[in-house]
């Protein structure tokens, strides 16, 4: 079974600071995906940021980008530049792709982390 | 293109009542999946259904939870004399097939059923 870890319940930054989120996850998949999710105050789960696992050069998206190691089976996103609109909830997620026509691409969210922005 | 849609976003219920979940996926997305929140967890997979099939349902409650996904309208998600322990944020996801994008899930706003 795969297990993903977000160990840091709470951070918090100030505005214009770059902060990094920790995620680990434990699979024996060589070929799986990985994502960053945010969900602000409103609820809604936002896609920030996904990594293939067969791709060596880290994702990035604007102000945001991964450090993905795949040997230590480490995915931390770095925030740069933070902003307030930034402060929310975020999910790492393991996906592994379906295999059997009776299976569908199967997610694992870690138990997120909490980050504020402070002005 | 409008994103995933979920209603009611809010849902009250008291213990023995039937709770209805509706979710319509992306304009041109065939596959949909339902997603259970407990408070202060991540989300947990419960269901994966294509048009007019139930695909993967291997974190679906045997009892009192059921989804579809007709052939016309919303993907729904029953959930039959709710429990106070039914109480969370349940997201529907949706994501397309046969594009370079099938492996990415994008999720609605979520329902926030309460049972009381």
Redesign the interface.
């Known amino acids: 079974a795969q297990t993903?870890t977000q160990s840091q319940p709470e951070m918090s930054v100030q505005e214009a600071e770059t902060v990094t989120l920790s995620c680990t996850y434990d699979t024996s998949e060589n070929n799986y995906?990985l994502?960053w999710?945010k969900q602000p105050p409103?609820?809604?789960?936002?896609?920030v940021i996904?990594q293939?696992a067969y791709k060596q050069q880290n994702a990035t998206e604007n102000r945001f980008s991964v450090n993905f190691q795949k040997a230590a089976k480490s995915f931390s996103l770095k925030i740069s530049d933070s902003q307030l609109g930034d402060t929310a909830m975020y999910?790492c997620a393991f996906?592994k792709?379906s295999r059997a026509?009776?299976?569908?691409?199967?997610?694992?969210?870690?138990?997120?982390t909490s980050l504020t922005v402070i002005p | 293109n409008a994103g995933v849609m979920q209603n009611p976003r809010h849902l009250v219920r008291r213990r023995g009542q039937e709770a209805r979940l509706r979710c319509s996926p992306m304009k041109g997305h065939s596959?949909v999946?339902w997603?259970r929140q407990l408070p202060?967890?991540?989300?947990?997979?419960m269901v994966?259904l294509q048009k007019e099939n139930i695909?993967?349902e291997?974190g679906m409650p045997k009892e009192r939870f059921s989804a579809e996904f007709p052939k016309e309208g919303p993907s729904i998600l029953r959930i039959q004399q709710v429990v106070r322990g039914d109480s969370a944020?349940y997201?529907c996801?949706s994501?397309p097939w046969g594009t370079g994008d099938?492996?990415?899930?994008?999720?609605?706003?979520?329902t926030?059923l309460l049972v009381l």
Not at chain 1, 42 to 47: G, K, T, Y
Not at chain 2, 40 to 45: A, H, P, S, T
């Open positions: 993903v995906y994502f999710y409103s609820r809604q789960m936002i896609l996904r293939e999910f996906m792709p026509p009776n299976t569908g691409n199967q997610f694992y969210f870690g138990t997120g | 596959h999946y997603y202060e967890e991540g989300l947990k997979f994966y695909i993967d291997s944020a997201f996801a994501s099938q492996e990415t899930q994008y999720f609605g706003p979520g926030r």
